[in-house]
C-alpha cells in the first residue's frame, strides 16, 4: 500500500491539531505528516496521495508558512496524483474569506495536473463568500472546519472525510 503525504501550515496549532488527527484515523503507518514550514517542493514527489490542509487567515489569507512556501508550491508537478485539502476558517468574524486558502491551494494543485478528492457538502456552515466552493456552490473543494464557531463538530467531521477519502484515493 502506498503512503500518504499530509502537508500542513498552522501558526496557532489547530490545523497541526486536525492533521494529527486525520493522520491518526488514516493510519499513522500510511500517513507522513509533514510540516510546510520545514517542507520542500521534493518532498511531494515521494507521494502519489497527497493531504493538504491550512487555516485561512484575516482577510483570505494564507497561513504564513504557506506564505513563505507559496512559489515552490506552484511549480509542484501535481501530474497523476490524488489530492485532497482540508481548511480551517471562522465562518462568523471571516464569513466573507471563509476557507479562501483552501480554495486557493486546491486551484494550484489542480492546475497542476492533480486529481481531486474529498470534496464535501457546504450544508451546516453559513457564510457569504469562499474560494473554497465549487461553481454550483453545494460543495467545498476539501473538508471545511471552523474550530472558532464549530469545534463540537470537528471530530464527526473528520471522520466522515477520512472515510470517504479513503475510498477515493483507495487507500
Known sequence: MSKVGLFYGTDTGNTERVADMIKDKIGADICEVHDIATASAGDFAKYDKIILGQPTWYYGELQSSWDDFWDDFKGIDFTGK???????????????????????????????????????STDGFEFDESKAITEDEEFFVGLGIDEDQQPELTAGRIDEWVDQIKEEMEI
Open 82 to 120: 490524488t489530492v485532497a485539502c482540508f481548511g480551517l476558517g471562522d465562518q462568523a468574524d471571516y464569513s466573507e474569506y471563509f476557507l479562501d486558502a483552501m480554495g486557493l491551494m486546491h486551484d494550484i494543485a489542480i492546475e497542476n495536473g492533480a486529481v481531486p478528492a474529498g470534496y464535501t
